[in-house]
């Protein structure tokens, strides 16, 4: 769910960001800039968890496989 609200979040804020960062051109050239570094820190920093959620969830999918592959043999 998270995930999913992650991914949504993405495509939705993004393009909204890069037109209304391209669309006020009577900001000066160096304050263009530093939105764009700010813009390039937070996709970077959403990849990073979007990277973290998977690991956890592939983590918590291994354990449960663990636990099934237990009670398995103890059948």
């Not at 909204?16 to 970077?44: A, S």
């Not at 990277?51 to 969830?57: H, Q």
Request: proline share 1%; aromatic share 12%; net charge positive.
């Amino acid at each position: 769910m998270i995930i999913i609200m992650v991914l949504i979040g993405n495509i939705t804020v993004y393009p909204y960001l890069l037109e209304k960062m391209l669309n006020n051109k009577n900001q000066q050239e160096e304050k263009l800039l530093w939105i764009r570094e700010d813009l390039v820190w937070l996709i970077l920093l959403s990849f990073m968890v979007k990277i973290l959620l998977w690991i956890i969830v592939i983590w918590i999918l291994y354990l449960i496989s663990i636990n099934k592959y237990k009670k398995k043999l103890k059948l």
